[in-house]
């Protein structure tokens, strides 16, 4: 009964932490746009791996960052210099970005697993998310969980995680893919998320 309630809980806990605009599900949703459905849909497969091991490395640190604070800034820290590094990426494409063509598009998308993984990976913020989402379930803030808890918790998480990513695939392919503005500033809208995710980072750590 235990590993249900866990399961649910964290399933609808990530679904619900993803919902906003994003690194990850943003990213997806521009691959759908260049794209299509079947990129992004791989994306997003790639993403939620990454989301297994950050969910599962969260209850694993989970008594070291609780008994240490400056670990979750230390965490928040390295999220600044990701989020720097990719603003200015996302500027430079934008300022380079031509109209594509459909030479251009042939094929690239077979790598947009392999692309999930890795803008997943430079996204940091779902760490302490599920540290916190862990503790929830435990008295006093202890963190005891068996392997088997340990690994419903991050297949729930993933999962909870991959229904709101898919959700942006189809919501983003029905609506917005025949817009001409979103595709051809999409690079610009990155930047911005960037800038915006970078200026609450340092509000929560100087703030």
């Not at 993403?47 to 979750?72: D, G, H």
């Not at 970005?97 to 690239?108: D, F, L, M, N, V």
């Not at 963190?143 to 189809?170: E, P, R």
């Amino acid at each position: 009964m235990h590993e249900i309630h866990l399961f649910l809980i964290t399933f609808f806990a990530a679904l619900i932490g993803v919902i906003p605009p994003g690194l990850v599900n943003m990213a997806i949703a521009k691959t759908c746009v260049d794209f299509n459905v079947k990129a992004g849909k791989q994306k997003a497969f790639g993403a939620v791996v990454v989301v297994f091991v950050q969910a599962l490395l969260a209850i694993l640190i989970a008594k070291q960052i609780l008994n240490n604070p400056n670990f979750k800034e230390n965490i928040l820290l390295a999220g600044i210099l990701v989020l720097g590094i990719m603003m200015i990426y996302f500027f430079i494409a934008a300022r380079r970005q031509k109209i594509e063509t459909a030479s251009k598009k042939t094929g690239k998308h077979s790598q947009s697993f392999l692309k999930g993984v890795l803008i997943s990976s430079l996204n940091v913020f779902p760490i302490p998310y599920f540290v916190i989402i862990s503790t929830l379930f435990t008295p006093e803030n202890h963190v005891d969980f068996t392997w088997t808890t340990k690994l419903i918790f991050a297949l729930s998480a993933s999962l909870g995680s991959l229904t709101t990513f898919l959700a942006y695939v189809y919501f983003f392919d029905k609506i917005i893919k025949q817009n001409k503005l979103f595709k051809q500033y999409s690079n610009y809208f990155m930047a911005a998320l960037m800038l915006g995710l970078l200026i609450i980072t340092l509000y929560r750590v100087y703030g």
